[in-house]
C-alpha cells in the first residue's frame, strides 16, 4: 500500500493551498480517507477525514470553515482544499487509511490509531 501526498509549499497568511494523496496497492474505495498533520514539537493532529462514499465528512476544530476535503474514488485520490491559510497552519500533513466500515464517532476518525496506513508527508508552510 502505498499513500503519496503532494501539494505542500510555501506560502504567505490568506492564500490557499489545495493537497493531493494518491492510494495504490488497496481497493480505495473501502476506506475512509483522513488528514493529520503535525508540528514541531506538537502531536500529530486530526485534520479532516471523509467515509468511503463521501457521504459523512469530519473536521478538526481548528480547519472549520476553511478546509475542505473531497475524494474522487476514480481516480483513488483525496484532496484537501485549504483556504484561509495562517501561521499556525505550518506542518507536515499526513493522508491516512481506515478500513473500518459504517458511521464513525468524530472520537474514533480523529484517533491516528484508527488508521491502518499512512503517506509520507507533505511540507505546509505558511508565512505571516
Known amino acids: 500500500v502505498q499513500l503519496q501526498a503532494s501539494g505542500g509549499g510555501l506560502v504567505q497568511a490568506g492564500d490557499s493551498l489545495r493537497l493531493s494523496c494518491a492510494a495504490s496497492?488497496?481497493?480505495?474505495?473501502?476506506?475512509?480517507m483522513g488528514w493529520f498533520r503535525q508540528a514541531p514539537g506538537k502531536e500529530r493532529e486530526f485534520v479532516a477525514t471523509?467515509?468511503?462514499?463521501?457521504?459523512?465528512?469530519y473536521y478538526g476544530d481548528s480547519v472549520k470553515g476553511r478546509f475542505t476535503i473531497s475524494r474522487d474514488n476514480a481516480k483513488n485520490t483525496v484532496y484537501l482544499q485549504m483556504n484561509s491559510l495562517k501561521p499556525e497552519d505550518t506542518a507536515v500533513y499526513y493522508c491516512?487509511?481506515?478500513?473500518?466500515?459504517?458511521?464513525?464517532?468524530?472520537?474514533?476518525?480523529?484517533?491516528?490509531?484508527?488508521?491502518?496506513?499512512w503517506g509520507q508527508g507533505t511540507q505546509v508552510t505558511v508565512s505571516s
Open positions: 491516512a487509511a481506515d478500513p473500518t466500515p459504517g458511521p464513525s464517532s468524530s472520537d474514533y476518525v480523529s484517533d491516528p490509531g484508527a488508521y491502518d496506513y
Open positions: 496497492g488497496l481497493i480505495f474505495s473501502r476506506y475512509s
Open positions: 471523509i467515509t468511503r462514499r463521501g457521504s459523512r465528512i
